[in-house]
């Protein structure tokens, strides 16, 4: 997604309390970085911010990384959660169980590793790259799937959104090429009887359009 340049992201960013200057300095112990010590979860490509700031309000007892490697939707990320917890009666001071960190998925076992014990990893919206030169990097690619295993629980659940029939099919693939199990499909998210699912800018934006959201949960395989 392009974003016009924000002047003022870097500067409201670097004395933001819950964007993480440093993110190598973490590598291993996440858990360390919140003030609170509970479970972990990861979206990467967070965009605006809407789903991490909604998802950290909605579950208080988990903790969420939301991961952007544009600095500009970052600081529109700040604005956005900020906003969504003042409008729930709640303070700055009070956004305690997120953190926005700017890092390249390409490297992100850099900074996520085994010990950080990642819960769930969630994947909204991402990039198709519909051409056949750039479909590696897409974030549900199978080497970044293969990735991915390195720092999720056994347990973990990958969610995956997406308004793009082309790239939720070949994921499929990949899902299943990287030793993936699919626990549930739909085509028709809104349509599907999910009772937890929460609605990002983009999927609004779709949905409003009458285009149909495919989503899916896929875990490690264990057989």
């Known amino acids: 997604m392009r974003i016009r340049k924000k002047k003022w992201a870097e500067p409201e960013l670097s004395v933001c309390d819950f964007f993480v200057k440093d993110p190598e300095e973490y590598a291993g112990r996440w858990k360390t970085a919140f003030k ?14 809407g789903f991490a700031g909604q998802f950290a309000l909605l579950h208080p007892d988990i903790n969420i990384i939301a991961l952007d490697i ?11 959660i900020v906003r969504l917890f003042e409008e729930q009666g709640k303070s700055q001071d009070e956004i305690d169980n997120i953190l926005l960190v700017k890092y390249n998925v390409e490297q992100l076992d850099n900074i996520i ?29 199978y080497k970044k799937l293969e990735m ?28 299943e090429q990287s030793g993936y199990k699919i626990t549930y499909l739909t085509r028709d998210l809104h349509n599907s009887g999910v009772e937890d699912n929460i609605m990002t800018e983009h999927e609004k934006m779709f949905s409003d359009e009458g285009i149909k959201i495919k989503y899916l949960i896929a875990v490690i395989d264990k057989h």
């Open 148 to 175: 991915y295993k390195s720092f999720l629980q056994p347990d973990a659940e990958i969610r995956f959104k997406t308004d793009d029939d082309e790239l939720f099919d070949e994921s499929i693939e990949y899902f």
């Open 36 to 49: 609170k010590e509970q479970p972990l979860v990861l979206e990467i490509g967070c965009g605006k911010g």
């Open 70 to 80: 544009k600095i500009d939707m970052l600081g529109v990320g700040r604005r956005t």
């Open 113 to 141: 590793k085994p010990e950080d014990k990642i819960e769930r990893l969630f994947i909204n919206f991402c990039n198709p790259w519909p051409r056949k030169k750039h479909k590696k990097r897409r974030l549900t690619y």
